[in-house]
């Protein structure tokens, strides 16, 4: 069945992984409700829950089981660097059920990106 997935970083169409999500859907360029902060670890970004969030902006893909399972492993899931789970959006697409990937490490010495990591 396929999944609403929200990206904000380097799966997004022109950055360099974004080849995971070939033969899948975009829907849109979205934007969450302001529950989230990102920081800039380096070379890939950070999205966490946070009482003093913004609205990030990313994008909207409708994504395959197995496309989510390849993702899963591409985002270290099962080392604990991310997890993947439900994530709020703003209208018009905020009925969708939608996930993302959430980083699971501290944040603290980390740079704010701001609404957006690219």
């Given amino acids: 069945m396929p999944v609403n997935l929200f990206i904000y ?3 997004m169409r022109g950055q360099p992984r974004h080849s995971a999500l070939r033969l899948q859907t975009f829907v849109a360029e979205v934007r969450t409700a302001p529950d989230y902060r990102l920081f800039n670890t380096g070379t890939y970004p950070a999205l966490v829950e946070a009482p003093d969030g913004r609205l990030i902006e990313g994008e909207l893909w409708m994504v395959s089981d197995a496309c989510l399972n ?3 492993r591409i985002e270290g899931v ?4 991310y997890e993947r789970r439900t994530v709020a959006l703003l209208p018009p697409h905020n009925g969708l059920n939608a996930e993302a990937y959430f980083y699971l490490h501290s944040t603290q010495d980390f740079p704010d990106c ?3 990591w690219t």
């Fill in 78 to 81: 099962a080392e604990g660097l």
């Fill in 70 to 72: 390849a993702l899963d």
């Fill in 114 to 116: 701001g609404t957006r």
């Fill in 9 to 11: 970083g380097t799966l």
